[in-house]
Structure formats: C-alpha cells, structure tokens
C-alpha cells in the first residue's frame, strides 16, 4: 500500500504568489511557505515590496505593519491600487492601533488583520484560505476555475433574478456572452458594473481564457498607454526591458476597460485601431501585434454628452456601443435588498470568521427605505462592518449619518440651497438634530463662526465621502473636487488632524 505521507504532494499552492513584507520574520516565514509549495517572495522595506508587487503580482500578501519606509496605510493603498486582486494581510503588533486605526485599515482594503505573535498555524490557515479563493495571479500565473474566480456574487438567480429590471439585463447576458460582440455597460458607481463583465465573460466560450481588467481612471494618462500596450527597450527613460501590455495578456480572452470615459482623446483613437483592426504597435516598437481580444468597457458618465464636449471620440463610441447593458441604481430596484444583505453577511461571515446574527425586521425596513447613494458597494461595505464590528445600531445610525448623503445633496445642504420644484435638490433622509443645541448667550459663537464651523463640517463630509467612493484613489477625488491635487492632499491632512485631536476647528 502507497505511503501517501512520505512526502509532501503538490497542491493548489504550487500556483500561489506570496508575497511575503516582513522584516523581522521574512526569512522564517519564507521558508516555512515556500516548504508548503507556495511560490514566495520576500521583502524587507516598503520600496523592495512596490518593486516585487510590480515584477511578479502576488495572489496574497503578507503585510508587516512595522516594515520599514512607507507607512502601512499608504503601502496597502499602493498595493490595491496596483494589485487590486491580491488578498493582504496586514500583521499588527500585540499593542494594536487604535480601533479608528484599525477601521482605516479595513476601508482601505485589508482582507485580514491577526495580531503579532502571530501563531504560524493560524496564519497558514488564513493564508490557505485566501489560496483557495485565488490561486493564481500575475502574468504566467495558471487561470483560475470560473467559479473560483467569479466567486458565488455571479450567480445570474441570486442577483439577476430579484427585480424586473435585472432579469431583462440576465436575458441580455444570456443572448450575447458567447459571442465576440462589444459591450458597453451603463450606470451609476457602485451598481455591480464588473460584475456584470465577469458574467458576459463567465458565460462565454473565452471563459478558460484571461480576463484582464485595467480601469482607465487610476492610471495616469501618460503611463495608460504603455499599460494597455507594453513597450520596447529604449522606448523611454527607465524602459530597459519588454513589458507586455494588457491586451496581449488578454490574447483569446477578454479585457474589461472600466471607467473608459476617463482616458484621453489622444489614446482613443490607439483603441479605435484596435478594435476596428486588431492590431496595435507597442511603445516605442514598429512591428504590428495581432491580438484577438473581446472587449467589454464600462462607464459612469454619459458618453453622449462628453462626445458633444470634444472630449471622447464620436467614432469610438459607436465601436464600443455595440450592445448596451444599463444597470439601474440600487435606488430602483430596492427588492434586491434583502437578498443582498443575506449574501454578504454569509460572504465575510466566511472571511472574517465571525457570525453576528442577521439582521433584525426593523434594520431590514430601514434600509429598505435608505436611497442608497453609493449603490451596492455601499451595501455590501456597511454589511462588512456589520460582521466585524457586531453592533446593528451603530450601522443603522450611519443610514442617517450627514456623510450618507449623496456629495450634490451635501454640496447643496452645506451652501443651504433652498431650489424650489423645478431643481429641487435635498438630501434623501432629514439630518438628525444636534445632541447639543445651541446655547443662547453672551458667549455663543458669531454668526460667520457658525457658518464657517459648518462649511467645514459638511467639506470634511465630502471628502470622507469622495475618498470611499474612490476607494481612497486621492488622485481621482481631487479631479472629482476639481482642486489641485497638492490642495487636496492639504486639506486631507487637515481632516486627518481633527480626528485625531491634534486640531482644533475654527470657532470650535
């Protein structure tokens, strides 16, 4: 009879990129993971784990909080924005950060925090856990299984199936995923516009081949170009090897071109290129590459309307609008709601390894009257809390919190706009009255102190909102602030001083 247990047999984790960014425990834990057939690689400050990330894109990442360089915050900001897909675990020390600390790091996109000491067999089931939700990641990497990577939020019944509207979409997806056929995909942020994509993708016949996704607006417009279409040595300053754009990775698959409103009128006649004749010459190259590449691009603008401006190619958009997939807000199709809220209290039930109860009747029945703003990424962020924090009516308070408004609403609430019926523009919920009312004395605050105090209260609001709309993309909610990006960046640090009691607000 075999001896299975004489040796230790390949597993999925062959295929695993770790990322390991600790420099007290790197050299342990490389080994202990690189035993167990993961493909590791280590780092002992924050510029050796930028670099790594960018050479060979992990699937996990292990982050210590005390690495050398960049803070923890801005280095996982860094790696989801350049590796959105890696799971990070951030490692805290036995004196943890503060609870609002910790909460910044969740928001920012923390898949799991253990505390140090970390005990090894903990943290090799957390990291097993994520292997088996992404076993491959980065250019070479094996694809992982449709079902892996779709993960159960790609059910058509479970979120296509709940209102009218998503059904016809379900119909739609049906009729053209398995054909080569462009699509361009509508709505509001937050609406599940990806997930849409990976479902015409899902139901493909290119469904075992790559699917590539690069959204256009968080990458500079100077560098989008060699990210779609690689470059050739010599092509610039810096450029000393071959780098394969992301088309080619996607050869016989599919790329999704999320947020294709935001690229520059200079590249989109290169895209029209290629869609009209499936070539593309890399920076700095002269040879045509010939890429077979079904494409699916998403927006949140209206197309129409920035054609009229000057500022997207007619000609291209009529490429990309082949078939047209609108995705109602949340707001419309509020039945959803509780089928949503089930599946992702059972979601990070799962990641976080906590079970608080479902929600109550009256919780329900909230947020079914809730307009919903920021969509299901709202949702599915505030059940997340939810399962971490375990306390119902502190979730439900933030439905009524002043920062839930939509940013026009608070935009128009901070400058007490008062339009009347034909351009009424009001918040969805009534604010709550202070728990302190004014007190009507000698010593109150005057007239313009209180009306400074609340331009920058409802300006902070607007930032928190804008940054968690942009999953913390500074660059892109300044674009969206319309001030400079050093302006905001000031005006952050400002926000970030009076939360932690450093400043005091002006006539506060």
Same mark, same amino acid.
Request: charged letters at 25%.
């Given at each position: 009879?075999?001896?299975?247990?004489?040796?230790?047999?390949?597993?999925?984790?062959?295929?695993? *990129?770790?990322?390991?960014?600790?420099?007290?425990?790197? *050299?342990?834990?490389?080994?202990?993971?690189?035993?167990?057939?993961?493909?590791?690689?280590?780092?002992?400050?924050?510029?050796?784990?930028?670099?790594?990330?960018?050479?060979?894109?992990?699937?996990?990442?292990?982050?210590?909080?005390?690495?050398?360089?960049?803070?923890?915050?801005?280095?996982?900001?860094?790696?989801?924005?350049?590796?959105?897909?890696?799971?990070?675990?951030?490692?805290?020390?036995?004196?943890?950060?503060?609870?609002?600390?910790?909460? #910044?790091?969740?928001?920012?996109?923390?898949?799991?925090?253990?505390?140090?000491?970390?005990?090894?067999?903990?943290?090799?089931?957390?990291?097993?856990?994520?292997?088996?939700?992404?076993?491959?990641?980065?250019?070479?990497?094996?694809?992982?299984?449709?079902?892996?990577?779709?993960?159960?939020?790609?059910?058509?019944?479970?979120?296509?199936?709940?209102?009218?509207?998503?059904?016809?979409? *379900?119909?739609?997806?049906?009729?053209?995923?398995?054909?080569?056929?462009?699509?361009?995909?509508?709505?509001?942020?937050?609406?599940?516009?990806?997930?849409?994509?990976?479902?015409?993708?899902?139901?493909?016949? #290119?469904?075992?081949?790559?699917?590539?996704?690069?959204?256009?607006?968080?990458?500079?417009?100077?560098?989008?170009?060699?990210?779609?279409?690689?470059?050739?040595?010599?092509?610039?300053?810096?450029?000393?090897?071959?780098?394969?754009? *992301?088309?080619?990775?996607?050869?016989?698959?599919?790329?999704?071109?999320?947020?294709?409103?935001?690229?520059?009128?200079?590249?989109?006649?290169?895209?029209?290129?290629?869609?009209?004749?499936?070539?593309?010459?890399?920076?700095?190259?002269?040879?045509?590459?010939?890429?077979?590449?079904?494409?699916?691009?998403?927006?949140?603008k209206q197309l129409e309307e920035a054609v009229i401006a000057g500022q997207f190619r007619e000609d291209l958009f009529y490429r990309l609008n082949v078939i047209t997939i609108h995705i109602p807000p949340l707001r419309e199709r509020r039945e959803e709601i509780p089928v949503l809220l089930t599946f992702f209290q059972q979601k990070y039930s799962e990641v976080y390894g906590k079970t608080p109860p479902p929600f109550s009747d009256a919780a329900v029945q909230r947020m079914m009257e809730y307009s919903w703003p920021g969509n299901i990424r709202e949702l599915e962020n505030l059940v997340k809390r939810y399962v971490i924090v375990g306390n119902e009516p502190q979730i439900i308070r933030e439905l009524s919190?002043?920062?839930?408004?939509?940013?026009?609403?608070?935009?128009?609430?901070?400058?007490?706009?008062?339009?009347?019926?034909?351009?009424?523009?009001?918040?969805?919920?009534?604010?709550?009255?202070?728990?302190?009312?004014?007190?009507?004395?000698?010593?109150?605050?005057?007239?313009?102190?209180?009306?400074?105090?609340?331009?920058?209260?409802?300006?902070?609001?607007?930032?928190?909102?804008?940054?968690?709309?942009?999953?913390?993309?500074?660059?892109?909610?300044?674009?969206?602030?319309?001030?400079?990006?050093?302006?905001?960046?000031?005006?952050?640090?400002?926000?970030?001083?009076?939360?932690?009691?450093?400043?005091?607000?002006?006539?506060?």
């Amino acid at each position: 009879m075999p001896n299975f247990g004489s040796t230790i047999q390949p597993t999925i984790h062959d295929r695993v *990129r770790l990322l390991i960014a600790d420099a007290a425990s790197g *050299r342990f834990l490389t080994s202990h993971f690189t035993a167990r057939h993961y493909h590791v690689s280590a780092a002992a400050d924050s510029t050796d784990a930028l670099r790594l990330l960018r050479a060979d894109p992990p699937a996990i990442v292990l982050l210590d909080s005390e690495l050398p360089g960049l803070s923890t915050f801005e280095l996982l900001e860094r790696i989801k924005h350049d590796v959105p897909e890696a799971a990070v675990i951030v490692l805290v020390s036995a004196n943890s950060p503060d609870p609002g600390a910790i909460f #910044r790091l969740y928001k920012l996109g923390a898949d799991d925090l253990l505390s140090k000491p970390v005990a090894i067999a903990e943290l090799e089931e957390r990291v097993a856990k994520f292997a088996h939700r992404n076993p491959g990641s980065g250019p070479g990497a094996p694809l992982p299984s449709v079902s892996h990577k779709l993960n159960k939020n790609t059910d058509l019944t479970l979120l296509y199936g709940a209102s009218p509207a998503m059904d016809d979409i *379900r119909n739609t997806i049906e009729q053209v995923a398995d054909t080569t056929a462009t699509v361009l995909i509508r709505g509001e942020s937050g609406t599940g516009k990806e997930v849409t994509a990976r479902l015409v993708f899902a139901h493909s016949s #290119r469904r075992d081949r790559p699917f590539v996704k690069i959204n256009c607006a968080a990458i500079p417009d100077e560098l989008l170009e060699s990210e779609l279409f690689g470059y050739e040595p010599g092509a610039f300053t810096g450029a000393n090897r071959q780098k394969l754009g *992301r088309f080619e990775q996607a050869h016989h698959g599919t790329i999704f071109l999320d947020e294709i409103s935001e690229m520059h009128p200079s590249l989109q006649a290169k895209l029209l290129h290629v869609l009209q004749d499936g070539s593309f010459s890399r920076l700095g190259g002269k040879r045509e590459i010939s890429v077979d590449v079904r494409v699916i691009a998403a927006t949140n603008k209206q197309l129409e309307e920035a054609v009229i401006a000057g500022q997207f190619r007619e000609d291209l958009f009529y490429r990309l609008n082949v078939i047209t997939i609108h995705i109602p807000p949340l707001r419309e199709r509020r039945e959803e709601i509780p089928v949503l809220l089930t599946f992702f209290q059972q979601k990070y039930s799962e990641v976080y390894g906590k079970t608080p109860p479902p929600f109550s009747d009256a919780a329900v029945q909230r947020m079914m009257e809730y307009s919903w703003p920021g969509n299901i990424r709202e949702l599915e962020n505030l059940v997340k809390r939810y399962v971490i924090v375990g306390n119902e009516p502190q979730i439900i308070r933030e439905l009524s919190s002043p920062r839930n408004y939509s940013v026009l609403s608070q935009i128009a609430s901070s400058r007490n706009l008062a339009l009347g019926a034909n351009g009424a523009v009001a918040p969805p919920e009534a604010a709550p009255r202070s728990a302190r009312p004014l007190a009507i004395n000698e010593n109150m605050p005057s007239l313009l102190e209180i009306g400074h105090r609340a331009a920058v209260k409802a300006e902070n609001e607007v930032i928190e909102r804008v940054l968690l709309e942009t999953k913390w993309n500074r660059r892109q909610a300044a674009k969206l602030l319309k001030i400079s990006y050093k302006a905001f960046l000031n005006k952050l640090k400002a926000l970030e001083e009076e939360k932690q009691g450093l400043k005091t607000p002006p006539g506060g």
